[in-house]
């Protein structure tokens, strides 16, 4: 039986004592390729969260965003281009809103815009890493 790549262990929260489920996936060195979503972007999400920074459809939106990043080619830059009615569709949310929450994340700093009046955005690259194992590394942020 080949290296266990998937682990669920429950920890005690430092901060506040209270049992969390810990769960890490490992990818092997031998991965082509893999996203990667660093801890600082949970982080980030779990505290304008609970401090009512970021609203259920603006979750909604991110996590479009990180569904497309992973479906990205490993040699992208990671920018997706939007067409806010296919995006209003897909999220089951007014075209209209949807484009609201677009900059209100880009305003947050959860998205980066490509150009102003073009519609092309990507995550921050501090939070997602999409390549390969070998380079991981280098594209950790330093926080």
Do not use: C, H
């Not at 920890?11 to 489920?21: C, F, L, N, Q, W």
């Amino acid at each position: 039986m080949g290296k266990k790549l998937f682990f669920k262990k429950k920890v005690i929260d430092a901060e506040t004592g209270e049992y969390i489920t810990a769960i890490a996936f490992i990818p092997e060195p031998k991965d082509k390729e893999f996203a990667k979503v660093f801890k600082l972007f949970g982080e980030r999400l779990l505290e304008d969260l609970a401090n009512r920074q970021l609203t259920g459809g603006e979750l909604k939106i991110l996590a479009w965003f990180l569904a497309k990043t992973i479906e990205l080619p490993i040699q992208s830059e990671m920018w997706i281009p939007v067409i806010y009615e296919k995006m209003a569709e897909e999220v089951r949310l007014n075209k209209d809103v949807v484009n609201r929450y677009v900059k209100r994340l880009v305003r947050k700093g959860y998205l980066e815009q490509l150009a102003p009046k073009r519609a092309v955005f990507r995550l921050k690259p501090e939070y997602v890493y999409k390549g390969y194992l070998v380079k991981l590394k280098e594209a950790e942020p330093d926080f």
